[in-house]
């Protein structure tokens, strides 16, 4: 399985469509449940989902878990919440994509620092393979991206 981590609005979404033909939304779940209004700007909208997500993680914390392990696809593009990272995330065999760049849109992003931090936590200890992080940063043309990494971590 492949990942796609990064902030919101930082080109996740361009960068999936280029390295996958079956990328899924982690945020697909809430959508499903909550499809946004017409009435509504695409700011309100991540505003409710983001706010009702919460809320239902609250009452079954692995709601997201469940529904991305019984999804058909080869990348999850999106996670935020280190929580659901950490419980899918199979450092022995899957590859995590990262973008850099843009600021947080809301708290629940921050979860991005978190999930950034354990990636590098994992290659420091030897657990995961530097060759399976990619890195990007997109801060410049999140739209007109390329599929090199422009920069890795390092020994």
């Keep these: 399985m492949k990942f ?24 697909g779940w809430i959508k499903e449940l909550l499809p946004q209004d017409d009435s509504e700007s695409l700011s309100e909208y991540r505003s409710r989902i983001t706010e009702a997500s919460l809320a239902k993680r609250k009452q079954d914390r692995n709601i997201c878990i469940r529904w991305l392990r019984n999804q058909s696809g080869d990348l999850i593009e999106g996670l935020r919440d280190p929580f659901d990272f950490v419980n899918i995330f199979d450092f022995s065999a899957d590859e995590v994509h990262i973008i850099y760049g843009g600021d947080p849109a809301n708290h629940y992003d921050l979860g991005v ?37 422009r920069f890795s971590l390092g020994g």
């Design 113 to 149: 620092l978190v999930i950034r931090e354990y990636i590098d936590h994992l290659i420091r200890i030897g657990l995961l393979q530097e060759e399976r992080v990619f890195r990007y940063d997109f801060e410049e043309t999140p739209h007109s991206c390329s599929v090199t990494p």
């Design 4 to 27: 796609i981590i990064g902030f919101s609005r930082v080109g996740k979404s361009t960068l999936s469509k280029k390295i996958s033909q079956h990328p899924i939304s982690a945020s």
